[in-house]
């Protein structure tokens, strides 16, 4: 199995101090700065933290906030942070300073309100009389602020915050964006669609029409009060020059959601952050806009530089390239899903190489603008590959032993004799192409003397997996591998010997200068080695991250060097490795729904942009075309082979030949589907959503019906049945619906509580429970006559819960890697956690032993021991990629 996890890069808040000057926050603890109106974006220092807001006062004064109680604090433009003591562990959606940068607030989970009154140095808690989750914030000055959150909630203060009043805003949707233009005039935004104003400092607040059922997130308005723009999902940009009275769409170009928006006060350059990484960039007052940075969700997995170029490849058939040392970054198209696992560039910055699964092999003559497929003649994986500095010379390395050969510049390659099986995982020849070695499984090494005519297994004193290979002459050549191998040769590869790199971690490549004095090696958990001995001693470098590194590159010269790593990761140092900066190359999906059958081994999951992950037997994850680019909350399956997604905006989607073809079918609905359940027949199943929406089928989803909601007004975030007749469906508010007759009817029970349920399972027609908002967890054991709340022993937001086939053990799962278990039918729950560090969405106890989680980030998790430890998956394109290095 490999333990490879994509991890995302999703942007979360924006902040423009002028037409200039601004700066962009995201998971990861990744915040971005441009210093020149945006063409060029520059990670500057990073916690592992996720981050949700920023907010400057001015270019040298700025706060950003996030999960887990952070905030940092800068007062030199964000060339360092610092973190402040916030007081709170509770995650941090909202900060907003004055224009003064002296007073300042922080907002987030179960009504946490922070102020500052000496520009962010101490924070201390203020009462807001709110128990609800409060999502963002906006100062006026250093005494008017507003305050909004879920269930339409809105607060103002009109005193520096020693009092906090609610205002009515006439709605119960949640809000998700709030932006203060006066004293007196306010906008907030949320879901679906909901745009309120207020220009009478909250006394009365209007909905004006946005003309759109999407969820809006981030908004802004001009300092007149006449232009205002605003974002959303699946890229909505919508825009006003009348106060807000009629709203146009502006075209963004993307189908990303955008989290928040920032303009100029004269309304016209503006910039808007989201999904995968993106920043938009307008100079027109939106009415165009032009990416600046996008995406890809992918691991990168190989890595080569010359000169000023580093080209980059990985999933899906990624290929990130840059032509100023890093500066920049552009993600390429390459027309293969394949699995790319090494590349090669030459001198020049415009021809390059690249080898993957399947017997991939792309060319590119132009800078990775355009790739080629050339014929390999192969059907192996292959793993490395390596060219002269002519580009005619050229051999790539895979599977079972494959050696593969080109005499002109790939236009056709031969196969050449290794006289090995063994997976072979790196190859490195010298400059003048006779001398090479190539090293692989088992300790496998090979060496060529003729260009590769010939090659004899040489003898090696590791039998573990060797993953890396570098040469500088004849001589002289390093190799590392699993457990922390290091093998030098200063014969020829004659003899090999062992090397301390002082880690038993693994080890998957390795590079050096063309002196061969110094030289880099990377690996396993954000492990950097270097030496600047020519390998005699290694010594440990700081990566500032736990990603596993897959590849290394030092230049010539050893001034630059970099590396790429699990989710997108690239690191670039300007010193030869002492010291490394992140660099944004992209992100993962978003996870929200899984179902694994009762083998445990063979299931599904769904996520953001249309995700659709199918494995057949546990050990492999596979990409299916969906065909949509919308978001999927949460799939069911009822029969071999047949499947039903649902997602935003009234989808649901179908498959009946194992994800090979999906099709969509009429929901009737444009509210987003938040839940779906299918029975065994393959023919009954209902979907609940938004604005209290319930369908029903009775024919496979052909046709679906509403059915009635006794409450109005309400999100129901799931849905599940004991048999065709009965079955409960939670949503907000503590909202719990029953139904004895297949949803002909429904009926409100009391649940006992006001969080919100986002979770639900049904054990049987007497026994259900419930999670949500806060920790809660809710049970009935007697059909739904009455509800008891168990002690859960968080305040973490639960959004699903399971229980296995014997109804005892249970688990819950939620925000910030949050993971409940229980072992005797939910009367006691023990907290835990997978170390993923994400926030979790779906969970699926299969037996005592397995249990199945996703959630942020492409984040897929299982267990086979009951918990005690947690493996993390990867998923690929359609053809098997599971080979492990």
Not at 174 to 188: E, K, N, T, Y
Not at 304 to 328: C, E, I, K, L, M
Not at 823 to 833: I, V
């Amino acid at each position: 199995m490999c333990n490879i996890a994509p991890r995302s890069v999703n942007l979360q808040g924006i902040c423009l101090v002028d037409g200039a000057h601004g700066w962009a926050v995201g998971d990861g603890g990744m915040i971005l700065v441009t210093h020149d109106g945006g063409s060029r974006w520059i990670p500057q220092g990073r916690t592992e933290k996720d981050l949700r807001a920023v907010s400057f006062a001015d270019t040298r004064r700025g706060w950003v906030c996030g999960r887990d109680g952070t905030i940092l604090r800068t007062v030199d433009g964000g060339e360092h942070w610092q973190e402040q003591e916030s007081g709170t562990p509770r995650n941090l959606y909202g900060i907003s300073f004055a224009p003064s940068g002296r007073t300042g607030w922080a907002v987030g989970d179960t009504g946490t309100l922070l102020a500052s009154f000496d520009g962010g140095v101490t924070w201390q808690p203020q009462e807001s009389g709110e128990e609800t989750h409060f999502t963002r914030c906006a100062a006026v000055d250093d005494r008017v602020a507003w305050i909004v959150g879920k269930h339409g909630r809105i607060l103002a203060t009109t005193d520096g915050g020693a009092t906090w009043v609610a205002q009515d805003s006439t709605t119960r949707t949640d809000l998700r964006g709030v932006f203060a233009v006066s004293a007196d005039v306010c906008w907030a935004v949320g879901r679906a669609g909901t745009l309120l104003c207020t220009r009478d400092a909250g006394t009365t607040w209007v909905r004006a029409d946005s003309g759109t059922g999407l969820d809006i997130y981030g908004v802004w308005a001009s300092p007149d009060g006449r232009r205002a723009r605003v974002s959303g999902d699946d890229g909505l940009v919508l825009g006003s020059d009348d106060g807000g009275r009629t709203w146009s769409p502006q075209p963004s170009g993307t189908g990303k959601d955008i989290v928040s928006v920032a303009f100029t006060p004269d309304a016209l350059q503006g910039w808007g952050v989201g999904d995968d990484g993106i920043i938009l960039a307008t100079a027109d007052g939106g009415r165009t806009w032009a990416p600046r940075l996008n995406g890809m969700h992918r691991d990168l997995v190989g890595l080569h530089g010359a000169g000023s170029s580093r080209w980059v490849v990985g999933q899906h058939g990624a290929v990130v390239v840059t032509a100023d040392a890093g500066a920049t970054w552009q993600g390429g198209g390459t027309g293969t899903e394949e699995l790319l696992w090494g590349v090669h560039c030459l001198q020049d910055g415009t021809r390059g190489w690249a080898v993957g699964t399947g017997g991939t092999i792309l060319a590119t003559g132009d800078g990775g603008s355009t790739w080629t497929r050339q014929d390999s003649t192969a059907t192996q994986h292959l793993f490395g590959v390596h060219f002269t500095t002519d580009g005619d010379h050229g051999r790539a390395v895979g599977a079972h032993g494959t050696i593969l050969a080109t005499h002109d510049g790939g236009t056709t390659w031969t196969r050449q004799d290794s006289t090995a099986t063994q997976h072979l995982f790196g190859v490195h020849f010298t400059t003048d192409g006779d001398h090479g070695w190539a090293v692989g499984a088992h300790g496998t090494i090979l060496a060529t003397d003729d260009g590769g005519t010939t090659w004899t297994r040489r003898r090696s004193p590791a039998a573990v997996n060797l993953t890396g290979v570098h040469v500088v002459d004849g001589d002289r050549g390093w190799i590392v591998g699993r457990e922390g191998t290091i093998l030098a040769t200063g014969d020829g590869g004659a003899t090999w010997s062992r090397r301390d790199g002082g880690t038993g971690a693994d080890l998957w490549a390795v590079s050096f200068t063309a002196s061969g004095d110094r030289g880099l090696a990377v690996g396993e958990s954000g492990t950097v080695l270097a030496t600047a001995d020519g390998g005699a001693s290694w010594s440990a470098r700081e990566s500032g991250g736990s990603n596993s590194l897959k590849d290394v590159w030092i230049s010539p010269d050893g001034v630059s060097a970099a590396a790429v790593g699990d989710g997108s990761l690239i690191l670039a140092s300007a010193d030869g490795g002492e010291t490394w900066q992140p660099h944004v190359s992209g992100t993962g999906k978003n996870l929200y729904g899984v179902h694994v059958f009762a083998d445990g081994r063979d299931g599904w999951v769904v996520g953001d942009g249309g995700t659709v992950l199918s494995s057949r037997g546990g050990e492999r994850w596979t990409a299916r075309p969906s065909g949509i680019a919308t978001n999927l909350y949460t799939i069911a399956a009822a029969g071999e082979g047949t499947a039903w997604a649902v997602g935003r905006g009234g989808t649901i989607m179908v498959t009946r030949d194992d994800g090979a073809s999906w099709q969509a079918q009429d929901s009737g609905s444009d509210k987003d589907l938040l839940s779906v359940h299918m029975r065994p027949d393959a023919r009954t199943g209902w979907a609940v959503g938004d604005h209290g929406t319930i369908l029903a089928t009775l024919d496979g989803g052909a046709t679906w019906r509403p059915q009635e909601c006794p409450r109005s007004g309400i999100s129901l975030w799931a849905v599940d049945f004991a048999d065709e007749r009965t079955g409960w469906a939670v949503g907000t508010e503590g909202s719990v619906l029953a139904t004895r007759d297949g949803g002909a009817t429904w009926q409100l029970q009391d649940s006992g509580s006001t969080d919100d349920l986002l979770g639900l399972h049904v054990v049987d027609a007497r026994t259900c429970w419930a999670a949500g908002d806060r920790g809660t967890i809710v049970t009935s054991q007697d059909g739904g006559g009455s509800w008891q709340r168990r002690d859960s022993g968080t305040t973490q937001n639960l959004n699903a819960v399971h229980f296995g086939p014997d109804g005892r053990l249970g688990r819950a799962v939620g925000r910030s890697d949050t993971v409940l278990t229980s072992g005797d039918g939910g009367l006691t729950w023990q907290a835990g956690a997978t170390g993923s560090g994400m926030s979790l969405w779906a969970v699926r106890v299969v037996t005592p032993t397995t249990s199945w989680i996703v959630g942020d980030e492409g984040t897929v998790l299982s267990t086979s021991d009951g918990g005690a430890t947690w493996d993390q998956h990867f998923y690929s394109p359609e053809k098997d990629s599971t080979v492990r290095r």
